[in-house]
C-alpha cells in the first residue's frame, strides 16, 4: 500500500507538471470550448492507457534493451511538439477560421497524440514502472496502478478545464487569448528542444 501511495504521488507531480499536455488542454479551454478541452483529456487518458499497457506488459523492458528504438521515438516525440508549439505561435493556429483538418481543430486526436508522442511521458512511465515492478503482483494492485495515471489525468485536468472556462475568469482569458496560445507555443517549442539535447 505505501508503494501504491508514492506511485500515486509522483504520478500527481507529474500530472501538475506544465508541460504539452497542460499546454492542449489550456488551448482548447481559450479558443474552444469546456466540450473541447475534455475531448482533448479524453485523448490524453486514452495514452495514458497505452503507455500503462506497454509498461505492465513488459514492453517496457524490451524498449530499455533497444537504446536505438528510445531514441527514434524520443527524436520523432520532440520533433512533433516542435511542430505544435510552431502551429500555436503562426497566425494560423490563432484564426477561428483554420482549417477544421487541422491536428489542433480535433481535440481528441491533439490529447491523443501529444501525449502518446511525448517522449518525457515514455520514458518517465518506463522508469517508474520498472521501479515498482514488484508491487503490482496481485490482480487487484494490478488494476489500482494501471488506473491511477489516467484516472489522475482526468481529475486533475477537469479543475484545469473548470477554471480557464469559468464565466467569472473566460472573459479576462479570451481577451488574453493569443498571448496565452503563445505561450503554450513557446513552451512546447522548449520542451521540444529539451527533449532532444537531453
Not at 59 to 83: D, R
Not at 86 to 94: N, Y
Not at 116 to 140: M, R, W
Request: with cysteine.
Amino acid at each position: 500500500m505505501t508503494d501504491l501511495l508514492a506511485f500515486i504521488f509522483l504520478n500527481f507531480l507529474a500530472a501538475i507538471s506544465p508541460g504539452p499536455d497542460f499546454a492542449i488542454v489550456v488551448k482548447f479551454g481559450l479558443t474552444g470550448s469546456r466540450k473541447a478541452a475534455m475531448q482533448a483529456v479524453f485523448g490524453i487518458t486514452l495514452a495514458l492507457f497505452f503507455h500503462v499497457f506497454y509498461c505492465m506488459s513488459g514492453v517496457a523492458f524490451i524498449l530499455q534493451k533497444n537504446p536505438s528504438l528510445l531514441l527514434f521515438l524520443k527524436v520523432l516525440g520532440s520533433f512533433y511538439l516542435g511542430y505544435l508549439g510552431v502551429k500555436m505561435l503562426s497566425k494560423k493556429i490563432l484564426d477561428e477560421t483554420t482549417d477544421e483538418k487541422s491536428i489542433l481543430q480535433r481535440p481528441f486526436v491533439a490529447g491523443l497524440s501529444t501525449n502518446l508522442l511525448n517522449p518525457k511521458v515514455t520514458f518517465f512511465c518506463i522508469s517508474l514502472f520498472t521501479q515498482f515492478a514488484n508491487s503490482y503482483s496481485t490482480v487487484p494492485m494490478k488494476i489500482a496502478f494501471a488506473v491511477t495515471a489516467p484516472l489522475i489525468a482526468i481529475i486533475w485536468y477537469s479543475l484545469v478545464i473548470y477554471f480557464f472556462t469559468h464565466p467569472q475568469f473566460m472573459p479576462f482569458l479570451q481577451r488574453q487569448r493569443t498571448r496565452f496560445t503563445k505561450v503554450m507555443g513557446i513552451i512546447l517549442i522548449t520542451l521540444s528542444i529539451t527533449g532532444l539535447i537531453a
